[in-house]
């Protein structure tokens, strides 16, 4: 009896019209869908400039310019770009720059679970080697809350880039005067896929509103070069302005002076050199 409820479940005949139709049951054909991945796997495209691989070229691998050129410590500079290309190997630490969105996660004893995860937007990223460092900032129920974070620290367990933005200024401080929109992002933020290496990536050029000129930590107005993603001109009046330029005017010169622009496009070529040769020595030790 039990051979013949099987049969049914698996051919039925349903006649009619003298014609007979069998349906079987088929094993599914359907593939599920591979899982999106935020990475890119195409490795054979060529990254573009600016947007190296971070094991051969990054920021930090830039030493401070030092003159004469002889005072420069070569050796330490050497030493510390393999420990960083050292600890890339441990922990996959992505590009980012000022105005992205990270999330970090570290180690903590007192924390639920023994870590701690923070999300924020970054602020400015700054340093050499091992000493790079970056801040984040987020608003949490009203209240600002920066947390500073060293790029190879050892606690650190993860990094997520959930909005990879790159802006016009490179210290967004003055975002702690702006409007508290710009820095309150939701802790529970789905990560957005970046565009790839071998593409350029878009400059943000719009401008955030800033709080009451009374309320600024900093005057901003009279720095130069100004910040360029700030809307600074609704807090003053048109003879305010224009006494703002004939003052940005005076120290227009600086942006020629060349003692004060760090060149290190031969340099660069060098350190991608000398990460390449990082990583066949790496290989070697290990074994």
């Known amino acids: 009896m039990d051979s013949v409820i099987n049969l049914c479940r698996v051919a039925r005949k349903i006649c009619t019209n003298n014609y007979v139709v069998v349906y079987c ?17 195409d490795k054979s495209a060529a990254n573009v400039e600016g947007r190296e ?12 310019q030092v003159q004469p050129e002889w005072h420069a410590n070569k050796l330490k500079y050497k030493l510390e770009r393999m420990d960083c290309l050292r600890r890339r190997n441990v922990i996959d630490i992505p590009e980012f720059y000022p105005g992205s969105i990270i999330a970090v996660t570290t180690a903590d004893a007192y924390a639920p679970g023994k870590t701690h995860r923070f999300v924020g937007r970054c602020l400015y990223k700054d340093g050499f080697g091992l000493g790079c460092k970056f801040l984040l900032r987020n608003v949490i129920d009203e209240e600002g809350v920066e947390v500073m974070y060293q790029l190879f620290s050892p606690i650190i367990q993860k990094y997520e880039v959930l909005r990879l933005e790159k802006w016009l200024d490179t210290d967004l401080r003055y975002l702690r005067d702006a409007d508290p929109a710009v820095c309150t992002i939701n802790p529970n933020m789905a990560a957005e896929a970046p ?14 509103n800033m709080k009451d ?15 360029k993603n700030a809307y600074l001109a609704e807090h003053f009046i048109e003879e305010q302005l224009i006494v703002h330029k004939k003052h940005h005017e005076e120290y227009s010169h600086l942006k020629y002076d060349i003692c004060r622009h760090y060149d290190f496009i031969n340099l660069k070529k060098d350190i991608m050199k000398e990460m390449k040769d990082n990583k066949a020595r790496i290989k070697i030790a290990d074994k």
């Open 25 to 41: 049951r088929r094993q599914s054909t359907f593939v599920a869908p591979s899982r999106p991945s935020l990475k890119v796997t």
């Open 53 to 64: 691989d971070p094991k051969l070229f990054s920021q930090e691998y830039i030493p401070p």
């Open 213 to 227: 000129k009374v309320l600024w930590g900093w005057k901003y107005h009279k720095h130069w070069p100004p910040p």
């Open 195 to 208: 565009p790839p290496p071998n593409q350029p990536l878009p400059v943000f050029k719009g401008k955030v």
